[in-house]
């Protein structure tokens, strides 16, 4: 966490643990309206092909064509689905496993599950890079809401 600190630092922020609320992100200056203040890429994400527009599994426009091999994941082009090959090339490999009828019930939700995992797995392996503001502990370290 010390190195997400510095990190932020650079950005005027910092990030403290808040009770009953978890970790907090607070600004150490004042932001002027409308100035952004910080801008990240979320650590996985899945679009919801479930409406009736499917949306590409890189830049989220709408998108044509379907994964040849796994028929669940949806592109917009070419340069998309080399662009995510590293890391769809796994999912694609359980999906296309997977008969017609047990695909149809693999949902957005379990899809995401499915990334979380293979995210962090490429990224302990060095497949694909990890960075302070990048990484699986980030996101274990955010706090349940799960009320008991």
């Known amino acids: 966490m010390e190195d997400l600190q510095s990190v932020l630092a650079d950005l005027n922020l910092t990030v403290s643990s808040v009770p ?7 600004a150490t200056k004042d932001f002027y309206p409308g100035e952004v203040i910080i801008s990240q890429e979320p650590y996985v994400f899945v679009p919801n092909n479930n409406s009736v527009k499917k949306r590409c599994e890189r830049c989220l426009t709408t998108s044509f064509k379907k994964c040849s091999r796994c028929q669940v994941v949806s592109y917009c082009g070419t340069s998309c689905q080399k662009s995510d090959w590293k890391f769809h090339r796994l999912e694609c490999e359980v999906l296309s496993r997977l008969d017609d009828n047990k695909r149809k019930y693999v949902t957005p939700s379990i899809r995401l599950m499915v990334k979380l995992y293979l995210q962090r797995k490429l990224q302990n392996e060095k497949i694909i890079p990890s960075t302070v503001m990048d990484n699986y502990n980030l996101v274990e370290a955010l706090m349940s809401r799960i009320l008991l």
């Open 20 to 26: 009953e609320k978890g970790r907090s992100l607070f």
